[in-house]
């Protein structure tokens, strides 16, 4: 996947490359893992999104959505 979005955050806004997009069975819904393109700490970001809202409004997860998401990462692996 070579898609890129702009992230507005506290500190201005920030270039992010989608690592991977997922859908959840468990929880119903989709999730988008991303990084940020100058950064070099190699962290990963994941915000739960509806493919259908035209805002493409990102939200924040749980803790125990993430260990869902990572799951589900591992499964693709």
Do not use: H, R, W
Request: glycine letters at 2%.
């Amino acid at each position: 996947m070579n898609d890129t979005f702009f992230l507005d955050t506290d500190t201005g806004s920030v270039e992010c490359q989608v690592i991977t997009s997922l859908y959840s069975e468990k929880t119903k819904k989709y999730y988008l893992v991303y990084e940020y393109v100058n950064d070099e700490s190699d962290e990963m970001y994941v915000s739960a999104y509806d493919p259908a809202d035209e805002s493409n409004t990102l939200n924040d997860v749980s803790s125990e959505e993430l260990e869902e998401v990572a799951n589900l990462l591992n499964e693709e692996m």
